[in-house]
Nanobody, 118 residues
Framework: QVQLQESGPGLVKPSQTLSLTCTVS??????????WSWIRQPPGKGLEWIGY???????YFSPSLKSRTSISGDTAKNQFTLQLSSATPEDTALYFC??????????WGQGTQVTVSS
């Protein structure tokens, strides 16, 4: 059974870097050809794709967030981490990590709320 679990601060101050980690169990982040993704849902809005890291460590980001986003993997811990720099209140959202298989999400984390506020 594949499980994903998000972790990180629930409160971030404006201009700081928002950092979240997804711990994966039941699958390896280096197994071809899975992609490991971050998605968010702002209050009252729909899902927004942030970006993903593939099994080789290559990354792809939403054009609207690309300049502020990085995703990296830790193969020893089987984790991948999102960093979103220069956070603003507009980054307040429920953040999910997920696995993509054959262009579709087959597993989701439960989500973690992040609020950007002073």
């Amino acid at each position: 059974q594949v499980q994903l679990q998000e972790s990180g601060p629930g409160l971030v101050k404006p201009s700081q870097t928002l950092s979240l980690t997804c711990t994966v169990s039941g699958a390896s982040i280096t197994t071809a050809y899975y992609h490991w993704s971050w998605i968010r849902q702002p209050p009252g809005k729909g899902l927004e794709w942030i970006g993903y890291m593939d099994y080789s460590g290559s990354t792809y980001f939403s054009p609207s967030l690309k300049s502020r986003t990085s995703i990296s993997g830790d193969t020893a811990k089987n984790q991948f981490t999102l960093q979103l720099s220069s956070a603003t209140p507009e980054d307040t959202a429920l953040y999910f990590c997920a696995r993509i298989s054959q262009s579709a999400i087959d597993y989701w984390g439960q989500g973690t709320q992040v609020t950007v506020s002073s």
